[in-house]
């Protein structure tokens, strides 16, 4: 079975400081991986995702994200935040573009 | 294109009571899901359509929620009847069959639920 472990709740930071949120995901076969962004009564809006290729993915805002088999994680970066990039996020697994499981979500807060 | 339709935005209900979420998705998708996402929580796939065949129910509570998705298109989830636990946002989310958008999930604004 899939699993996906967000391993931090809230992360703090202030604007223009880099930021890491951190994804650990288990499963038996290979899997495709999402990173999604909820802004404030919104729904959930895709990031960035990894197919295969490349382990170094690039998103959409500034966003990168990188798969490490070895350690199965997805962590997600930037390298300057800004204050509207304060938001919910989700780390996502999916077996071949299928069931989706989704993290708890890590909520980002930009401070000026 | 136009995104992922979804009404009401806002329902507020007692226990007990009824409802109905209705979802119209990105036109030519296949795929639709509905979730479930309760406060501090990623969303929980409730159930999953390819057209108008239901693909995956398995964590549905069929004692008191249904979903329907007549014609391959549109698709509304009923509750009846609701429980104080059913206090959600109930997200709807399409898929499409390009190759350059594999695996990504199209989102609706979703539905909040508040049963008093």
């Known amino acids: 079975a899939q699993s996906v472990t967000q391993l931090d709740s809230q992360v703090p930071v202030f604007e223009e400081a880099p930021v890491e949120l951190r994804c650990n995901y288990s499963?038996?076969?290979?899997?495709?991986l999402f990173w999604y962004v909820q802004y404030p009564n919104q729904g959930l809006q895709l990031l960035l995702k990894y197919l295969s290729g490349s382990t170094l993915v690039k998103g959409i805002n500034g966003f990168e994200a990188e798969f490490n088999k070895s350690q199965t994680s997805f962590h997600l970066r930037k390298p300057s935040v800004h204050i509207s990039d304060t938001a919910e996020y989700f780390c996502a697994v999916s077996r071949g573009g299928f069931k989706t499981i989704f993290g708890a979500g890590t909520r980002l807060f930009v401070k000026a | 294109e136009a995104g992922v339709a979804q009404s009401p935005r806002y329902k507020i209900i007692e226990k007990r009571q009824s409802v109905a979420f209705w979802c119209n998705p990105i036109?030519?998708?296949?795929?639709l899901y509905w979730y479930q996402q309760i406060l501090g929580q990623g969303p929980k796939l409730l159930i999953q359509f390819q057209n108008n065949g239901v693909v995956d129910d398995s964590q549905l509570p069929k004692d008191r929620f249904s979903a329907e998705r007549l014609k391959g298109v549109d698709s509304t989830l009923k509750i009846q009847p609701a429980k104080l636990e059913d206090s959600a946002v109930y997200l709807c989310?399409?898929?499409?069959?390009?190759?350059?958008?594999?695996?990504?999930?199209?989102f609706g604004p979703g539905t909040r639920l508040t049963v008093l």
């Open positions: 989310a399409s898929r499409g069959l390009e190759k350059a958008k594999l695996g990504e999930q199209f």
């Open positions: 499963s038996s076969v290979s899997v495709y």
């Open positions: 036109s030519g998708h296949a795929t």
